[in-house]
């Protein structure tokens, strides 16, 4: 089978990491079997749907660099296509005309809540004649649902699922202003998508067996669905936005890498053995639906900080320079130099190793383009005494030509030996004098990175 799968967003909103991971899924499942992966933008509710969200989604889809096949569909400019089966269904004696006024609506769902049945239409119209029809109404077309038996999914996460098809009324297809329905469009797109498998939320598993309904009156093949647990917070409850239910672009912002992202979101109710790092071409390999787990997953931030932490350290240096460049010319307000540029490319060895998103690492680089203020833990080197201790080796540096990282830690190791200092007892003076902070990477790689002229000049200001 050449497999088909989309990711049909709603652009009501900004991307939030729950559909990232449904948009994953398809992905990867799609490249799992050489098939394709489509995108639908579900703009059919024209009250929420944006032009702004429609960017997030492409924006977002593009940072996790999830590539989709052919040009997007746009649900709403497929309203007449939508329309069109539904006539066809009419024709077909497979749909009727309904001309039940909301009021009538209301009082059938009444009576059957009083007769303790769900609140549904009764099916009024669906052998009525059309004879009696009111002329001043204007009619919804609904589908002939089955009345009797029921309908099984075999669901490649869920299982088998069954629903008593009396428990289902002859729902909508066209509205009485002759717009589609979203069941009906879903359906009508996904079929002339050829879409071969829907992997979703499981909050669309109750909408899927309307939905194949539709699909057994257009005569049209059922897709395979997978509908997947959704995420949840880390208390267990179903993830709102006090728990980081945020679009993608807040994690871009608060300095996650998307590969990071990505390897975190796919091991979200999936798993391969084990395994928690996983490059790209490894998931590829291994997603299938069969390993999604039933229940559903939680959000831990501090696992995705973690795996972040592990991919910055893999990342090139200039991958890191370029991803933290608009962090750290927002602290700066302006743009970096060139002397930064190449402070920074040289000196992102020491700092990947200690940062776990690109806000820390940017907080951790800006001493190479400005020296910070003293915090409050290193101000309390500024002794009489570690000034001389710096003044000795602001000496000896100016006496050397070798500037290379070894040459500067046997430097200063001599003035320890020299003043009967620890080293530590240098260090951190230096380390202070350096970066402003009492934190950093090895002072002899900064004082490499810094090179000779700017290292003196810090040294020098500090012992004055
Ligand atoms: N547009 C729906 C949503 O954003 C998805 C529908 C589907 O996947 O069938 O929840």
Not at 160 to 177: E, F, G, P
Not at 276 to 294: C, H
Not at 335 to 364: C, H, P, W, Y
Not at 430 to 446: C, D, H, M, N, Y
């Amino acid at each position: 089978m050449n497999v088909v799968t989309r990711f049909a967003p709603s652009p009501t909103g900004f991307l939030h990491i729950g559909g990232a991971r449904t948009a994953l899924f398809n992905w990867f499942f799609a490249k799992h079997h050489q098939g394709k992966f489509l995108l639908r933008i579900e703009d059919t509710d024209r009250e929420r749907s944006t032009d702004v969200a429609v960017d997030a989604i492409f924006e977002s889809l593009k940072w996790l660099d999830l590539d989709f096949d052919d040009k997007p569909v746009f649900q709403f400019e497929r309203a007449n296509r939508h329309a069109e089966i539904a006539h066809d269904l009419l024709k077909q004696g497979k749909a009727y005309y309904c001309y039940c006024s909301p009021e009538e609506l209301e009082q059938m769902r009444e009576e059957a809540r009083q007769n303790g049945k769900p609140p549904r239409y009764s099916g009024f119209w669906r052998d009525r004649d059309p004879k009696l029809a009111p002329t001043n109404v204007k009619p919804v077309i609904r589908l002939k649902t089955p009345q009797t038996g029921e309908l099984t999914i075999e669901d490649l996460v869920q299982g088998s699922v069954c629903v008593q098809n009396n428990q289902l009324d002859d729902l909508v297809l066209l509205r009485a202003d002759g717009t589609p329905t979203y069941m009906l469009s879903v359906v009508v797109d996904d079929h002339d998508m050829n879409v071969t498998h829907i992997i979703r939320g499981d909050d669309h598993l109750t909408n899927a067996f309307r939905q194949i309904h539709i699909y057994h009156a257009c005569g049209w093949d059922v897709p395979i669905f997978a509908h997947i647990p959704l995420i949840h917070g880390p208390d267990g409850a179903k993830l709102s936005k006090r728990h980081g239910a945020l679009g993608t672009e807040a994690y871009r912002d608060m300095g996650f890498l998307p590969e990071a992202m990505c390897n975190y979101l796919i091991r979200l109710g999936w798993s391969h053995g084990d395994d928690e790092i996983m490059s790209r071409e490894q998931i590829i390999q291994w997603f299938d639906t069969d390993a999604i787990g039933k229940s559903p997953a939680r959000l831990d931030l501090a696992k995705l900080t973690h795996i972040n932490a592990h991919y910055l350290r893999e990342t090139s240096n200039q991958r890191l320079l370029d991803l933290s460049r608009e962090f750290l010319t927002t602290k700066l307000s302006r743009q970096l130099t060139t002397t930064e540029e190449t402070r920074l490319l040289r000196g992102m060895n020491g700092l990947k190793q200690r940062a776990k998103t690109l806000i820390e690492l940017a907080d951790a680089a800006i001493f190479y383009c400005v020296l910070p203020q003293l915090d409050d833990k290193a101000i309390k080197f500024t002794t009489p005494e570690a000034k001389a201790l710096i003044q000795a080796v602001v000496s000896n540096i100016e006496a050397t030509t070798d500037f290379t990282e070894s040459a500067l830690e046997n430097l200063v190791r001599q003035v320890a030996e020299q003043t009967n200092q620890k080293l530590g007892n240098i260090a951190q003076p230096l380390r202070v004098a350096l970066t402003g902070s009492t934190i950093s990477p090895s002072i002899f790689e900064i004082m490499d990175v810094l090179e000779k002229e700017e290292t003196l000049n810090r040294l020098k200001a500090f012992i004055k």
